[in-house]
């Protein structure tokens, strides 16, 4: 089992930068394949982006691709997310997700959700 904290959330300006950290308990961080997640209010719960176990393979929706960068440090059981050219439609609460068994780009495959950090962006 694994218990994921996000941290890092906060409101910033359209255009702006955020930094996401997601911190993994367990001595088994590296088995897992890591993603973020997002859900906005009156709205279903969206993949935002997902990195292997080895941190050499990473996917992204096509709504934040080229401005979010997930990456991972497996030594210190974290996962982040660079969030750039942040756009008010980005506004929402960003979850941290872990898979046992691949990478997850659906809710419904994921194991392992964090609590979720708000992020907001002011127009």
């Known amino acids: 089992q694994v218990q994921l904290v996000e941290s890092g959330g906060g409101l910033v300006q359209a255009g702006g930068s955020l930094s996401l950290s997601c911190a993994a308990s367990g001595r088994t961080f590296g088995s897992y394949a890591m993603g973020w997640f997002r859900q906005a209010p009156g709205k279903d719960r969206e993949f935002v982006a997902a990195?292997?176990?080895?941190?050499?393979?990473?996917y992204y929706a096509d709504s934040v691709k080229g401005r979010f960068t997930i990456s991972r440090h497996n030594a210190k059981n974290v996962v982040y997310l660079e969030m750039n050219s942040l756009k008010p439609e980005d506004t929402a609460v960003y979850y941290c997700?872990?898979?046992?068994?691949?990478?997850?780009?659906?809710?419904?495959?994921?194991?392992?959700w964090g609590q979720g950090t708000q992020v907001t962006v002011s127009s």
């Open positions: 997700a872990a898979d046992a068994e691949s990478v997850a780009t659906t809710p419904d495959k994921v194991d392992y």
């Open positions: 990195i292997s176990r080895s941190g050499g393979g990473t």
